[in-house]
């Protein structure tokens, strides 16, 4: 299983960025789809997944309203689109899978610890 994040950048306050995750060797069955954040000094924090059954979402309140995350599944990519950028959204972001997951509203934030697999960060900075 491989996971390629990218799109990450330097934007001002008020700018977007569209942050991909090019995903494969897995098949599209059930699984979960998350990005997460992380800025130097703090904990990784789940922002969004999707789910493949029925493209359920969650969304973290600090983000929510301004994000979107979607997928192209006959590019096997997701899709995180970011609008109005803080400078508190700077972070290293980062996709993974959870295999077999679920992702749903109610069930609140995807855990770090439930992904199965990883892409590498791709850096967000957004300069007041």
Request: include cysteine; charged fraction near 15%.
């Amino acid at each position: 299983v491989q996971l390629q994040a990218s799109g990450g950048g330097l934007v001002q306050a008020g700018g977007s960025l569209r942050l991909s995750c090019a995903a494969s060797g897995f098949t599209f069955d059930d699984y979960a789809i998350a990005w997460f954040r992380q800025a130097p000094g703090k904990e990784r924090e789940g922002v969004s997944c999707i789910s493949s059954s029925d493209s359920s979402t969650y969304y973290t309140d600090s983000m929510r309203g301004r994000v979107t995350i979607s997928s192209d599944r006959a590019k096997n990519t997701f899709y995180l689109q970011v609008n109005s950028l803080k400078p508190e959204d700077t972070a290293a972001y980062f996709c993974a899978v959870d295999l077999y997951g679920i992702c749903d509203n109610r069930m609140g934030p995807p855990l770090w610890w439930h992904m199965d697999h990883w892409g590498q960060g791709t850096q967000v900075t957004v300069s007041s």
